[in-house]
């Protein structure tokens, strides 16, 4: 069972297995005419413009990389077939876990480019170094 914990930040935990770095994405999952729709809580007065569909896709890519790391599952192909979801469609939201921290905290802050889509995500493969991350999502809406 997954526990989603709407607010916080990183914390260090201590087990048998050595330290553990845990990441609280602040949102929330509330049920809309039957479907789960993630609703990303808001901080303070200013509500952010969210994307939801970037937002789920990362909620579900933290996740399925906490099941890699932690041996659940070995692979984007076991989670594929235990989703029942296609193998290329859990690789390419894998993918997420490659952008840089500071990318992904103003992305869950609101303040990702404009014209910055799920679909681009998915589609091209961002720049393994952050740096060039950087440059390449501020030239977005340039």
Partial sequence: ??????????THQCGRQGAKLTTFIPVRIKRHGGRKVVIPSAAGDKVPEHDAPILTALSKAFHWQRLIDEGIVNSGSDIARR???????VNELLRLMLLSPKLVRSILDGHQPKTLSLL?????????DWDDQHRLFDGFDA
């Fill in 120 to 128: 681009w995500l998915k589609n091209n493969l961002p720049p393994s």
């Fill in 83 to 89: 989703e029942g979801l296609h193998q290329t469609t």
């Fill in 1 to 10: 069972m997954t526990r989603i914990i709407q607010t916080g930040a990183a």
